[in-house]
């Protein structure tokens, strides 16, 4: 079989294929066979997902609807984000060699704010990792 591309992306296979030692025919048929897959795998969820509203094990909901419910969760989660926040970062710790305290840091990246991470992603932040240091 014969497959045409643009020249833009026959310099990336040829660079690809340089860079990585692998024939060009090589890397195509890996990436062709990994998006059959992918494909087949969305092909098959679809099918799925037909079949069980067709047979009404589910039921559908309007779009606005679902947005509503998503926008519920999301202020949901920014509610607790605010409890969360004003929880005290020092606690004092006893052990059997004495007390110290206990700080705690948030793992949140600098320069990103709530409203700049998709709703998608938010409820990731909601289990943010803590650091122990003690002090």
Do not use: N, Q, W
Request: proline fraction near 5%; charged fraction near 35%.
């Amino acid at each position: 079989m014969e497959v045409h591309v643009t020249p833009e992306t026959a310099k990336k296979l040829k660079d690809l294929a340089t860079t990585s030692g692998c024939a060009p025919e090589d890397i195509v048929e890996d990436a062709l066979a990994g998006y059959l897959e992918e494909v087949a795998s969305v092909r098959k969820t679809l099918d799925s997902r037909y079949d069980d509203l067709k047979s009404g094990r589910v039921k559908p909901i309007d779009g606005e609807e679902a947005f509503r419910k998503l926008r519920e969760k999301s202020d949901v989660g920014d509610r607790a984000d605010e409890r969360l926040r004003s929880i005290p970062m020092r606690s004092p710790i006893s052990t059997r060699f004495g007390s110290t305290s206990r700080t705690r840091t948030s793992m949140r990246p600098t320069g990103l704010s709530r409203t700049s991470i998709p709703h998608s992603l938010r409820s990731l932040d909601h289990h943010k990792l803590d650091i122990d240091a003690r002090t």
